[in-house]
C-alpha cells in the first residue's frame, strides 16, 4: 500500500531562519512521482514541484530545496531564509506511474508552518 | 496562466439536499480529479475522469457521488444526499495528457447542516 508520513504538524519560526519539512514515503512501485503543495491560509492548493523516482538529483527554487533520496524513502523540503509569507500547509504527495494509472495522489497529512516577524 | 476555475466557492446546504460542484478544468487537459479535505485533515482522492469515464475511484466515492462532463468544459462532482460528514473543501484537479503534474482549482467549501 502507498502512504505519505509527514510527522511534524506543525512548526513555528522566526523570519529568516532556515526550516526543514520531513517527508517519508512507503511505496511497492518501482516508478512513482513525489509532489509538494503549499495551501496559503486562502485554501488553495499550490503546486511547488515535482519529482520522479529516477531523478535524486536534488533541486534549488530561490528559497527553496528539496532533497530526494530512495534510500531513505524521503522527500524534505527545505526553505531558507523564511518569510512571513511562507506561513502555510505544506502537503507532501505520491502517485503511481504505472501503465494505466491515472496518478492519482496520496497525500501526507501536512505540516503547518508558522513563520513569525 | 490558465487555471483550474470552481463554482461556487461556498455552498450551504440542508442534510439530504442534492448538491452539484462545478469545475471548469485548464483547456487542453485530459484527466479530471475531484479530491476533499475535512477540516484540518489531509487531502483525500476522490475519483479521476478520462475520456469520457470513471478511471479510479476511492472507498469515499459510494453510489451517492456521481461526476459527469456535460459539455465540452464543465466537470461536475453530484452528492446527491447530503450527509453531515460530507461538510469539506471539494477540489477539482486536472493534467495535461503525457504530463504527471496535477494543478488545482481554488476549491469549494461544502456546509451540510
Known amino acids: 500500500a502507498q502512504k505519505v508520513t509527514q510527522a511534524q504538524t506543525e512548526i513555528s519560526v522566526v523570519e529568516k531562519e532556515d526550516v526543514t519539512l520531513d517527508c517519508v514515503y512507503e511505496t511497492r512501485d518501482t516508478t512513482y512521482y513525489l509532489f509538494w503543495y503549499k495551501q496559503p491560509p486562502s485554501g488553495e492548493l499550490v503546486f511547488l514541484i515535482r519529482?520522479?523516482?529516477?531523478?535524486?538529483q536534488n533541486e534549488i527554487s530561490g528559497r527553496y530545496s528539496w532533497n530526494f533520496q530512495k534510500s531513505t524513502s524521503s522527500f524534505n523540503f527545505t526553505i531558507t531564509a523564511s518569510q512571513v509569507v511562507d506561513s502555510a500547509v505544506y502537503f507532501c504527495a505520491l502517485s503511481e506511474a504505472r501503465r494505466g494509472s491515472q496518478g492519482n495522489l496520496i497525500f501526507g497529512k501536512g505540516t503547518k508552518l508558522s513563520v513569525k516577524p | 496562466e490558465p487555471e483550474v476555475t470552481q463554482t461556487p466557492s461556498h455552498q450551504v446546504t440542508q442534510m439530504g439536499q442534492e448538491v452539484i460542484l462545478r469545475c471548469v478544468p485548464i483547456?487542453?487537459?485530459?484527466?479530471f480529479y475531484w479530491y476533499r479535505q475535512i477540516l484540518g485533515q489531509k487531502v483525500e482522492f476522490l475519483v479521476s475522469f478520462y475520456n469520457n469515464e470513471i478511471s479510479e475511484k476511492s472507498e469515499i466515492f459510494d453510489d451517492q457521488f456521481s461526476v459527469e462532463r456535460p459539455d465540452g468544459s464543465n466537470f461536475t462532482l453530484k452528492i446527491r444526499s447530503t450527509k453531515l460528514e460530507d461538510s469539506a473543501m471539494y477540489f477539482c484537479a486536472s493534467k495535461a495528457g503525457g504530463t504527471d503534474t496535477q494543478y488545482f482549482g481554488p476549491g469549494t467549501r461544502l456546509t451540510v447542516l
Open positions: 483547456s487542453n487537459h485530459l484527466y
Open positions: 519529482r520522479n523516482s529516477f531523478d535524486e
